[in-house]
């Protein structure tokens, strides 16, 4: 695939979310994510506005924050294509479900959880969206609405990082 100029091969496909597919790639010789939005309806999430401005606006608020998330390399609006930093760990879904997860991992997402909230902010807290790297914890995707305690991390996201039923309906 040529972006911007350059040959990028796909090495791996990643995942499918809500907004895209993800693929593991290179990006002037580094590894990255790159992210190809799709049109697909959601049952249960609507977008406002094109996806990729979405991103691109919750990247910027993410980051002015200071919150850990992989650095955005680049973005094409025509081709609806993200290419962004490729964070290397497990998610803390595959460390849930393998038993791994641990209490310093919660408080980390706690500890972002205080500078969200008093920015109006919530994230999505499902945790396929965390990778728990080397250097810490990371929130992978870009997404951030206006916060509501229906889906903060306390009402809604805990619910997924243990081995509840709510968990577990997931492994079915």
Known sequence: MVFMDREMEIKKFLGKGKGGYSYLSEYNGKPCVLKQFHDEKVDYYTFSEPKLSLELRDYERL??????????????????????????GPTCYDLVRDDLMNASLIEDVNAMCRVLYPAGLNIDYYPTNFIASSCGLYYIDYECNAYDEKWDFAHWGIKYWSKTAEFMKTLE
């Open 63 to 88: 980051s002015g924050l200071g919150l850990p998330v992989p650095e955005l390399y680049d973005y094409d609006p025509e081709r609806g294509i993200l290419v962004k930093e490729y964070i290397d």
